[in-house]
């Protein structure tokens, strides 16, 4: 099974600060797509970014940026100016070729006003 | 908003019973999902769906089987439930183009005593 690490079991940013959460993963696989999921305390799972392995380039979203880094699997997720709305449990997540996903423990943020 | 829902939202029963969960979808996209998510694990996987009839075993599956009979519903059930399954449970669902991330539904707060 595929493998999905976030170390950082919480996280705190002032606002107006940047921030970088960590992920790594572990696969075989050369085609495959990688997210980044937030889990406010509604419990709602919102896609915030996705990458696709194929593409060198790193996913921007607004505020919200990725540095993926294929060789070294790793798949870091950037937030400028933070904003208390960004406080939330942040997960990564890989899909495999054949659509399952996998998912880390998650990072919590804080945000301090 | 992706077109899902879930039900119960909130349930509570004894050990023991059987139990069954819902996940109906209107956006006639190919894949589900059921996850289990519970403190310091993330997201984990108990059973996918990649069309009508279509299922297969995600890391989790032990205890839970899963039914889909029409494209819109997805069921999960847990023939007899233990305290091991207390968990909130996702729903999500993914259409067939390989770039699209996945939509998940608000969830369903399973306590079993």
């Known amino acids: 099974a595929q493998t999905v690490t976030q170390s950082q079991p919480e996280m705190s940013v002032q606002e107006a600060e940047t921030v970088t959460l960590s992920c790594t993963y572990d696969t075989s696989e050369s085609d495959y797509y990688l997210f980044w999921y937030k889990q406010p305390p509604s419990r709602q799972m919102i896609l915030v970014i996705r990458?696709?392995?194929?593409?060198?380039q790193n996913a921007t979203e607004n505020r919200f940026s990725v540095n993926f880094q294929k060789a070294a699997k790793s798949f870091s997720l950037k937030i400028s100016d933070s904003q208390l709305g960004d406080a939330a449990m942040y997960f990564c997540?890989?899909?495999?070729?054949?659509?399952?996903?996998?998912f880390g423990t998650g990072t919590s943020l804080t945000v301090i006003p | 908003d992706a077109g899902i829902t879930q039900s119960p939202r909130h349930k509570v029963t004894e050990t023991g019973t059987p139990v069954t969960l819902r996940c109906h979808q209107t956006e006639n996209h190919r894949y589900m999902y059921w996850y289990r998510q519970d403190p310091g694990h993330g997201l984990r996987l108990i059973h996918y769906s990649y069309g009508v009839k279509d299922t297969d075993k995600g890391e989790v599956s032990d205890g839970y089987s899963v039914s889909r009979s029409k494209t819109e519903d997805f069921l999960l059930t847990l023939e007899s439930a233990t305290s091991s399954q207390t968990s909130v449970y996702f729903c999500a669902i993914k259409e067939d183009r390989s770039n699209q991330p996945q939509h998940f539904g608000d969830g369903t707060r399973l306590s079993i005593l």
């Open positions: 997540a890989y899909r495999s070729p054949g659509n399952q996903f996998y």
């Open positions: 990458q696709e392995a194929y593409k060198q």
